[in-house]
T-cell receptor, first 111, second 113 residues
Framework: QKEVEQNSGPLSVPEGAIASLNCTYSDRGSQSFFWYRQYSGKSPELIMSIYSNGDKEDGRFTAQLNKASQYVSLLIRDSQPSDSATYLC???????????FGQGTTLQVKP | DTAVSQTPKYLVTQMGNDKSIKCEQN?????MYWYKQDSKKFLKIMFS???????INETVPNRFSPKSPDKAHLNLHINSLELGDSAVYFCASSRGQPAGTQYFGPGTRLTVL
């Protein structure tokens, strides 16, 4: 079982729709959870972090965490073509000091 | 001002050669990392240094040797390059102890022929 799993996609949504990206993780001791965005040929860029169960909203982005189900998600409202990128879920363990990434979900937002 | 910089951006070399990649951060961070991103876009930690001290050393061939001359710099030297070393290598940094909020450099695309 991979430590952090994501559906690689591509996930295709029309402009203005809600994009929903999901991630599961295996280490119950994980303490903090992150979503990074990576445009093609560019470096990963942090867009959201979440540390406790529930929802966290930042502009058009909402991160959701359910530690009991070991599940993290990212919702992007009013999706724009500029949101087209690969979204990397990442899980940090303070015990190991490692940030473990999923394989990423490619999102395509069609005008 | 670039926060995390890497040189070179592209590196094309023959099998068996030795090469180095340099990384510098001007964020005042204490922890720096090297990641490898393979052709399937999977991003994996290789090494981590905190205040020049090696704290994470993943299962990486010992042909890879990181060096941190000071906390703002982390270099990666690779000996006897192999075809499978072809990838994009990212340097990253974070404040204080290792953390999930990391700032990535632009990456170095290494191609071994």
């Amino acid at each position: 079982q991979k430590e952090v799993e994501q559906n690689s996609g591509p996930l295709s949504v029309p402009e203005g729709a809600i994009a929903s990206l999901n991630c599961t993780y295996s280490d119950r001791g994980s303490q903090s959870f992150f979503w990074y965005r990576q445009y093609s040929g560019k470096s990963p860029e942090l867009i959201m972090s979440i540390y406790s169960n529930g929802d966290k909203e930042d502009g058009r982005f909402t991160a959701q965490l359910n530690k009991a189900s070991q599940y993290v998600s990212l919702l992007i409202r009013d999706s724009q073509p500029s949101d087209s990128a690969t979204y990397l879920c990442a899980v940090f363990s303070g015990n190991t000091g490692k940030l473990i990434f999923g394989q990423g979900t490619t999102l395509q937002v069609k005008p | 001002d670039t926060a995390v910089s890497q040189t070179p951006k592209y590196l094309v070399t023959q099998m068996g050669n030795d090469k180095s990649i340099k990384c510098e951060q001007n964020l005042g961070h204490d922890t720096m990392y090297w990641y490898k991103q393979d052709s399937k876009k999977f991003l994996k930690i290789m090494f981590s240094y905190n205040n020049k001290e090696l704290i994470i050393n993943e299962t990486v061939p010992n042909r890879f040797s990181p060096k941190s001359p000071d906390k703002a710099h982390l270099n990666l030297h690779i000996n006897s390059l192999e075809l499978g070393d072809s990838a994009v290598y990212f340097c990253a940094s974070s404040r204080g102890q290792p953390a999930g909020t990391q700032y990535f450099g632009p990456g170095t695309r290494l191609t071994v022929l």
